[in-house]
C-alpha cells in the first residue's frame, strides 16, 4: 500500500471524510507548535471547532477513555515532549462514522515507534467529531514475547 502525505490527499474528500483529514492535519501543526512557550490547554481551540466538546468521548489505544477537557489536558503534556508524524493509508466514510487508517511515527524521549492506526471518528448531526477510538498495531516490546507466533510473517 502506498503511504502518502494527508495534505496530498485531502483535496480529494469532502463531508465527515475531510474532517477527519482535517484532524490530523492540525494536531500535527499544533503538536509542534507545542514546544513553543506559552503552548497551552486554550492552543487547542483549532481542534475544538471540530469537536462536539460536550459530548465528547475519546478512547485511546489503551482503552482509557477522556472526556474533551481530558483529551486536551492529556494532549497538551505529551505534545510538549513528542515529536510526531504521520502517513495517510486509507480512509473510508459512512454515515455518520469515518475510519482512517495511518502510519503514525513518533519520539517522546528516547522512546522510538512506528504503528499502524486505525482511527474511527463518529459525527453528530451537526457534523461535530463527538466520539474517537483508536486502534493500533505495533510490535512486541519483548521478541520471546513472539515464540508462539514462528512461521507467522509480523507486517512491517
Known sequence: MELREASEVI????????K???YGLIMKRL???AKAPGFS?????P?????????????????????WAECVNFL??????????????????RPGVVFLELEE???V?????????????????????RHLDIYLQWPLPNPEMLASYEGIRISE
Open 11 to 18: 483535496g480529494d474528500y469532502t463531508g465527515n471524510a475531510r
Open 20 to 22: 477527519a483529514l482535517e
Open 31 to 33: 503538536v509542534d507548535q
Open 41 to 45: 490547554v486554550e492552543s487547542w481551540a
Open 47 to 67: 481542534l475544538a471547532e471540530l469537536i462536539a466538546v460536550d459530548e465528547f468521548e475519546r478512547v485511546g489505544n489503551f482503552k482509557e477513555v477522556m472526556t
Open 76 to 93: 497538551t503534556v505529551w505534545a510538549a515532549s513528542a515529536n510526531w508524524e504521520y502517513s495517510f493509508k486509507r480512509i473510508t466514510e
Open 105 to 107: 511515527r513518533s519520539r
Open 109 to 129: 524521549g528516547e522512546q522510538v515507534s512506528a504503528v499502524n492506526s486505525l482511527s474511527v471518528y463518529e459525527f453528530n448531526d451537526a457534523g461535530k467529531i
